[in-house]
C-alpha cells in the first residue's frame, strides 16, 4: 500500500512569513496527526483529527498555527506568522483506528521547515 | 499530561553486544507503548510495541519488557550491527490514543 504523503519535503521561509504543509494520509485510515519535531527531540503532537473532527489540539500554538482536514482524507497545516523558533520537521502520521483503541501510526517522510 | 523520560540519551556499543534503553512513565492508565526507529533524515519507523496486558515481547534480536507497577518499559537490542545504529524513541499512549515521545536515545554500534 502506499505511505503517508507530505509536500513540500523541504521549506525555507523568512520569519513572519507563512507557509502550508499538506499531508495525504494512507487510503482509509481514519486518525491524521501532525507532529513538530525540532533537532534532537521526540515528535510533539500538534493535532489530531477523527475523519474531518478535532480530537485533540491542546498543543497546538493557535494564535499562528492552524489545521484542517477536509472531507476527512487529506490535511494542511499553516503558520502564519513564522517565527524563528519554528524550524523544525513536520511530520505527519496516520492511523487505522479510532480514538477507543490504539494502533500503529505510520509517518510520512516530514517537512522540514527553516525560519530565517 | 503525560510525561516520559528516556535514558540515557546516547549509547555506545561494540557490534555484538547488546544495548538497553529505559523509559519511564506518569500517568498509570496509559496502556500502549511503542519503540520507534529513526535513521538520520527519515521518518520515524516503529519496530516492536507492548500493551498493557503483556510484561514482555520479543521479535529477533529486539524485546521489550514493560513493568506497569514501577511504570516503567526498555528496549532490549542483543547481537548489535552497524544497521541498528539510530535514534530511538519511546512513546505511551492512554486515552484518545494520543503518543508522547521520550526524547530519544542516540545509539551507535562501533565495529
Known amino acids: 500500500e502506499a505511505g503517508v504523503a507530505q509536500s513540500p519535503r523541504y521549506k525555507i521561509i523568512e520569519k513572519r512569513q507563512s507557509v502550508a504543509f499538506w499531508c495525504n494520509p494512507i487510503?482509509?485510515?481514519?486518525?491524521l496527526y501532525w507532529y513538530q519535531q525540532i533537532l534532537g527531540q521526540g515528535p510533539k503532537l500538534l493535532i489530531q483529527?477523527?475523519?474531518?473532527?478535532?480530537?485533540?489540539d491542546s498543543q497546538l500554538p493557535k494564535d499562528r498555527f492552524s489545521a484542517e482536514r477536509l472531507k476527512g482524507v487529506d490535511s494542511t497545516l499553516k503558520i502564519q506568522p513564522a517565527k524563528l523558533e519554528d524550524s523544525a520537521v513536520y511530520l505527519c502520521?496516520?492511523?487505522?483506528?479510532?480514538?477507543?483503541?490504539?494502533?500503529?501510526?505510520?509517518f510520512g517522510p516530514g517537512t522540514r521547515l527553516t525560519v530565517l | 499530561g503525560e510525561n516520559v523520560e528516556q535514558h540515557p540519551s546516547t549509547l555506545s556499543v561494540q557490534e555484538g553486544d547488546s544495548a538497553v534503553i529505559k523509559c519511564t512513565y506518569s500517568?498509570?492508565?496509559?496502556?500502549?507503548f511503542p519503540w520507534y526507529k529513526q535513521e538520520l533524515g527519515k521518518r520515524p519507523q516503529l519496530i516492536i510495541d507492548?500493551?498493557?496486558?503483556?510484561g514482555e515481547k520479543k521479535d529477533q534480536r529486539i524485546a521489550v519488557t514493560l513493568n506497569k507497577t514501577a511504570k516503567h518499559f526498555s528496549l532490549h537490542i542483543t547481537e548489535t550491527q552497524p544497521e541498528d545504529s539510530a535514534v530511538y524513541f519511546c512513546?505511551?499512549?492512554?486515552?484518545?490514543?494520543?503518543?508522547?515521545f521520550g526524547t530519544g536515545t542516540r545509539l551507535q554500534v562501533t565495529l
Open positions: 502520521a496516520s492511523s487505522s483506528a479510532g480514538i477507543s483503541y490504539y494502533n500503529e501510526q505510520f
Open positions: 487510503s482509509g485510515h481514519a486518525t
Open positions: 483529527f477523527q475523519n474531518n473532527g478535532v480530537v485533540d
Open positions: 500517568d498509570s492508565a496509559s496502556n500502549y
Open positions: 507492548i500493551r498493557s496486558n503483556v
Open positions: 512513546a505511551v499512549t492512554g486515552t484518545a490514543s494520543k503518543l508522547t
